[in-house]
């Protein structure tokens, strides 16, 4: 038997840094996610809690590419968003 510890979780897998979306334009815009960063590495377990409306699916959502982090009319703020190359 090895007692050899568990394996170090240093590789990143996802990154991800000032997501910022919103949706609608003047009195009706609503900002669902707002300069929010995330790394995960591989082997870890994240969970994303939080009360609802509070953007966890539209953060998911522009993470694995579904929702253009750009929000509506946007077309001077471009982040980085991606998978670590």
């Given at each position: 038997m090895?007692?050899?510890?568990?394996?170090?979780?240093?590789?990143?897998?996802?990154?991800?840094?000032?997501?910022?979306?919103?949706?609608g334009?003047?009195?009706?815009?609503?900002?669902?996610?707002?300069?929010?960063?995330?790394?995960a590495?591989?082997?870890e377990?994240?969970?994303?809690?939080?009360?609802s409306g509070s953007?966890?699916?539209?953060m998911?959502?522009?993470?694995?590419?579904?929702?253009?982090?750009?929000?509506?009319g946007?077309?001077q703020?471009?982040?980085h968003?991606?998978?670590?190359?």
């Amino acid at each position: 038997m090895s007692s050899a510890g568990p394996k170090s979780l240093t590789t990143e897998a996802i990154v991800a840094t000032d997501l910022t979306k919103w949706f609608g334009e003047g009195e009706t815009k609503v900002t669902a996610v707002n300069g929010v960063a995330l790394v995960a590495h591989f082997g870890e377990m994240l969970f994303i809690v939080g009360p609802s409306g509070s953007g966890k699916t539209t953060m998911l959502s522009m993470i694995s590419g579904i929702l253009a982090q750009l929000g509506q009319g946007d077309s001077q703020r471009r982040r980085h968003l991606g998978l670590r190359q």
